[in-house]
C-alpha cells in the first residue's frame, strides 16, 4: 500500500478489490482516502464500483458503513484470538518466549509448560486477596509484605489485574 501511496500523480486512482482492505481501522481508511483525494488523485473499488471520483451523499455512506463494519471485524477478530490464546495457555501451552506467571517451561516438551507451585502460591493468593476486596495496589502491597515474589523487582498492580484477569478468562 505504501508504494502504492508513493507512486500516485495528479488524476491517478488507487484501485482496491474493496474498501475494507484498505485499512481495518476507520481513522486509517480516512488518512489515506485524504492523502488521495489531497494530491488530486481518486480512489476505485473493484467489487462495488464504488468510486471518491464520482461521489453521491450515498455512496459516501455506503463507504462509511463498510468501513465501521470493517473496523469491528477487527474487534471481534482480535478478542476471538485473544481468547483462543489464553484458553491455549491455561491448557499448558506455551504461546510466547515469556512464560505467563504461574508457569515455566516443560523440560521434556519445550511446546508446553508446567505450574510453577510457589508462582502458583502467589496466584491463589491474589484471587483470595481479590475476592476479599482488596483493590490491585493493596493487592501488590500485602503480596510484598507476606513476602510473595514477583518475577520482576516489585509487584505492580497492572500484573496483578492481569494475572487475575487471565485466571478468571
Known sequence: LGSALSSLQQ???LVVYNWDR???????????????IGNNCHMESVMNGASTKKESPEDEL???IMQSLSGYQRQINALR???????????????????????RQN????????????????IKRI??????GLGWRLIAKTLTQEGIKPRGKQ???STIKNIYIRENA
Not at 484498505?22 to 488521495?36: C, L, Y
Not at 484471587?127 to 476479599?132: A, M, N, Q, S, V
Request: glycine residues 8%; aromatic residues 8%.
Open 81 to 103: 484470538t485473544k481468547s483462543a490464546m489464553l484458553a491455549y495457555q491455561k491448557n499448558g501451552r506455551r504461546m510466547g518466549s515469556v512464560h505467563p506467571y504461574g508457569m
Open 155 to 157: 509487584w505492580h498492580f
Open 62 to 64: 455506503v463507504r462509511s
Open 22 to 36: 484498505v485499512a481495518r481501522d476507520r481513522m486509517v481508511h480516512v488518512a489515506i482516502e485524504s492523502f488521495v
Open 107 to 122: 523440560l521434556t516438551d519445550p511446546k508446553l509448560m508446567i505450574k510453577d507451585k510457589k508462582e502458583q502460591e502467589g
Open 127 to 132: 484471587i483470595e486477596l481479590r475476592e476479599g
Open 11 to 13: 488524476g491517478y486512482a
